[in-house]
């Protein structure tokens, strides 16, 4: 039997696929000759047992699908990216003009690649601010009864910056109120679903390393951490300097984005505080790779490598020592487009040295089961939403397998993913 869309729409009932591997998001080991079990709302099996009758439709006996070539695996969750921005723009000063644009057009561009995104495999997106309100207007499309086609999505809105530090772009500084309850209450009036903290600067990569001090002092990180805990909400905290990071650990954030330079001791302690890391190597890996376009010459070159080799041995070293590890690429950067930079991303991870599951757990069961999304998916367990991938293409041989022709599920309808490594517009 070969894969057919309309065999997989669950229109007169559920849906009864049997494949050659099942990866459920959570489990160590892969399921071979897997059985899943679904309709257009959640899935009702999941495992190497074959379903009970009273789950499938009157009288089926014999699954509706035998995919003995075909992995299934949880759609992705991209832990990190910034919806408002366009990635794949490389050119300098035209990434600047878009910067320069209304919220509408930035809002209506965002909207024209959801559902692209949805078919390379990417179900959820955790955005990681921006103050366009693009995020938070994506989070209430999404949660709307006129839901288009869409990955699911939430925001921070506006991240959280001091005045005259990094972040502009991207935040509000906590200035504009009076304290930090204040600051807190008022994003998530916004509708902030989590709070995005600039805990630090960004890599000076001509120096070689974080050259300026930290933006927030411990006492004030952990004072977000205290108001937006005891308001139900997690913290995620922009963070690169072995000092930066310090002050993140022990405020106690949720996860640590970025995180260059943290040293193996740290590791230990993020991985005894269940602090996440979403290492996002992208953004730095594409200074390295087209280092004309920012006009780097050799040394600094060499300084890229350095780091990246270092983030990449500290990588593996978490994994070791059990430190959850959340896949993000911080698409909308300088040259990580939304969709394929995360699968770019996911493929870093691996030539960083992570095998293919531990890379597909980093992007589905892990931030599933850590960042409290409003709703539950990245695990195909009975409950979840139906929103999964369907390959011939083994991604436990490589993930970037994930980049080939896929079939995509999300909520009883069929996506055929296209083949590649970037397409305009994202
Ligand atoms: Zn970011």
């Known amino acids: 039997m070969s894969l057919k869309g309309d065999s997989l729409i ?13 990866l459920d998001g959570g489990s160590d080991v892969p399921v071979r000759d897997g059985h899943l079990v679904y309709d257009g709302v959640r899935i009702l099996h999941a495992g190497p047992a074959l379903p009970s009758a009273a789950i499938l439709r009157d009288g089926q006996t014999a699954p509706d699908a035998i995919l003995p070539q075909h992995t299934v695996l949880p759609g992705l969750i991209e832990s990190h990216a910034h ?30 690649r959801l559902q692209r995104l949805l078919a390379i495999g990417v179900i959820a997106v955790r955005d990681a601010g921006d103050k ?8 209430k499309k999404f949660r709307s009864d006129d839901r288009p086609l869409m990955p699911y999505v939430d925001s921070p809105g506006a991240a959280i910056h001091h005045e005259k530090r990094y972040g502009g772009f991207m935040g509000r500084p906590m200035e504009e109120y009076p304290t930090i309850q204040t600051c807190v209450d008022g994003r998530i009036a916004e509708g902030a679903h989590r709070l995005k903290l600039i805990a630090t600067g960004i ?44 002050n993140c650990i022990g405020a106690g954030v949720d996860s ?15 991985r005894d505080a269940d602090i996440a890391w979403v290492p996002t190597f992208a953004p730095v890996q594409f200074q390295l790779d087209q280092p004309g376009i920012l006009g780097w010459d050799e040394s600094v070159c060499a300084n890229l490598q350095k780091i990246l080799d270092a983030h990449a041995a500290s990588l593996v070293k978490a994994t070791e020592l059990g430190v959850r590890i959340i896949a993000g690429s911080d698409a909308g950067s300088h040259g990580v487009p939304h969709g394929w ?7 870093l991870m691996e030539q960083a040295g992570l095998s293919p599951l ?59 993913g296209p083949a590649g490594s970037r397409e305009p517009g994202m």
């Open 132 to 139: 366009k309100g693009v995020g938070l207007a994506l989070q």
């Open 256 to 270: 640590i984005e970025h995180g260059f330079f943290v040293d193996d001791d740290q590791l230990a302690r993020m």
């Open 10 to 22: 669950p229109q007169f009932g559920p849906v009864w696929l049997q494949v050659g591997t099942l």
């Open 341 to 347: 930079g995360f699968l770019k991303e996911l493929s």
């Open 358 to 416: 531990q890379v597909i757990h980093a992007a589905t069961g892990a931030p599933a089961t850590r960042l409290e999304f409003a709703e539950d998916f990245g695990i195909l367990r009975v409950g979840a939403k139906p929103r999964f991938i369907i390959t011939e293409h083994n991604p436990l041989e490589t993930v970037a397998n994930l980049a080939k022709a896929k079939t995509v599920i999300f909520d009883g309808t069929v996506l055929m």
């Open 203 to 246: 890599i000076d990569f001509a120096k070689g390393t974080v050259t300026s001090k930290p933006q927030m002092p411990l006492g004030e990180l952990t004072e977000f951490v205290m108001a937006s805990r005891a308001r139900g909400k997690q913290t995620f905290a922009h963070c690169s300097g072995n000092d930066g990071v310090s």
């Open 83 to 112: 919806l408002m921005l366009e990635g794949g723009v490389e050119d300098t000063a035209r990434r600047s003009d878009y910067l320069k644009l209304e919220e509408a057009d930035m809002l209506a561009r965002a909207t024209t």
